[in-house]
Structures are given as structure tokens and as C-alpha cells.
């Protein structure tokens, strides 16, 4: 089925350890963001890319990069991760029509 | 501040009955208003999208209504079903920018 995939969907860390959250969508668009959704705040730009070869800040960008590998593909890389970004993240892509987001990435950070 | 309010909270209702959520923005200008449907443990899924001169878009059982003038948008939601517990975003798009302002939710509980 089309969409956007992300993986992994469920992870824990410990501070101070590194991981990438992946994502790709199969629609061809050009658009693609990160957010996070923490309880009680609508979700929040980490970083989005609005053409392959482009990324840009979003809200909350720190302590978070990113790499758009391509077309189809855009990561987000935790260097150092510390407890407050404990939070489901979601990948979208975006046609113009409608933004298509992933199921989610929970994470823990303890 | 661009901001997005949703109200209320949290809701309860019974199957088959219906029920309006609310949102008010204070983005301005914006380019469209949109609603979405966030099951638990899920990502958020397209209902409506509105651009700031349409008063009214349906999709199903659910219609959003739009007034740019109060800056307030509602969410109807008609015969409700248990399939319709969710959480409801109302997200709002500034103009010029691409990017989205998010309100915090409702969260809709229906009891058979």
C-alpha cells in the first residue's frame, strides 16, 4: 500500500545514546517533515525538506538532525539523547493535497 | 503568536448520537484549515481541507465548517460510531510559510 513508512515503531534508549529514525514514502512527493507529539501539545516541526537536497529548521530542532537521502527517503538522527525527548515522533510527506503521515516512532529515552 | 485552540478537551457521547468540536485560530493569514483523525497509536489521517473562502466541506458523516471572519472552525460529526473514538486535530496553515500550526486535540471517546 502507498504511504509513509517509519521504522523502527517502538525503541528505548539510554541517555546519551545514538539512533536514526527512518522514514520513505512511495508517493513520489517532494515535501517531507519530521514532528513530535508530546501529551497535551499539538505536534511540534523538528525539521522538514522541501526538496530532495534541502532540509530546514522547524520549531524544535535541537538536539536532532537530518538527512535526506533521496527523493523517497528522510532521516532523523538523535546524537546524544537525553530524557525530554522521550516522545512518539511521525514522519509526513506532503502532495499539496494533504499531508500523509506515518504510524509513529515511540520513543523512550531513560 | 500564531495559535490553535481546541475545545474541549476531552468528550464522551453515546453511539449514534452527534456532536460538534470546536477550534479557534488566531493565524493570520492562513491558506487552508484542515481536520484530521488521529486513532490511538497511529499517525494522523486527512478528514477536511479547507481553503479561508469555503464555509463548508464534508467528507461522510463528518463536516467542518469554517467562518474567517471569527476566526472558528467546528467539526460535525453525525450518527457517531465506536469507530469514531479518536483524537481530532484541527491544524492551521499561515500563508506563505508551507508549514502547519497544530492544535493540541479532542479527544472523543464513543460508548456503545
Known amino acids: 500500500n502507498a504511504g509513509v513508512t517509519q521504522t523502527p515503531k517502538f525503541q528505548v534508549l539510554k541517555t546519551g545514546q545514538s539512533m536514526t529514525l527512518q522514514c520513505a514514502q512511495d508517493?513520489?512527493?517532494?515535501?517531507m517533515y519530521w514532528y513530535r507529539q508530546d501529551p497535551g501539545m499539538g505536534l511540534r516541526l523538528i525539521y522538514y525538506?522541501?526538496?530532495?537536497?534541502?532540509?530546514d529548521k522547524g520549531e524544535v530542532p535541537n538536539g536532532y538532525n537530518v538527512s535526506r537521502l533521496n527523493k523517497r527517503e528522510f532521516s532523523l538522527r538523535l546524537e546524544s539523547a537525553a530524557p525530554s525527548q522521550t516522545s512518539v515522533y511521525f514522519c509526513?510527506?506532503?502532495?499539496?493535497?494533504?499531508?500523509?503521515f506515518g504510524s509513529g516512532t515511540r520513543l523512550t529515552v531513560v | 503568536k500564531n495559535q490553535v485552540e481546541q475545545s474541549p478537551q476531552s468528550l464522551i457521547i453515546l453511539e449514534g448520537k452527534n456532536c460538534t468540536l470546536q477550534?479557534?485560530?488566531?493565524?493570520?493569514?492562513?491558506?487552508?484549515l484542515r481536520w484530521y483523525k488521529q486513532d490511538t497509536g497511529r499517525g494522523p489521517v486527512s478528514l477536511t481541507i479547507m481553503t479561508f473562502s469555503e464555509n463548508t466541506k464534508s467528507n461522510g458523516r463528518y463536516t467542518a465548517t469554517l467562518d474567517a471572519d471569527t476566526k472558528q472552525s467546528s467539526l460535525h460529526i453525525t450518527a457517531s460510531q465506536l469507530s469514531d473514538s479518536a483524537s481530532y486535530i484541527c491544524?492551521?496553515?499561515?500563508?506563505?510559510?508551507?508549514?502547519?500550526?497544530f492544535g493540541q486535540g479532542t479527544t472523543l471517546q464513543v460508548k456503545p
Open positions: 491544524v492551521v496553515s499561515p500563508s506563505g510559510t508551507g508549514k502547519l500550526i
Open positions: 525538506s522541501a526538496s530532495e537536497g534541502t532540509t
Open positions: 477550534c479557534n485560530y488566531t493565524v493570520s493569514p492562513f491558506s487552508n
Open positions: 509526513a510527506s506532503d502532495s499539496n493535497y494533504g499531508y500523509t
Open positions: 508517493m513520489n512527493h517532494n515535501s
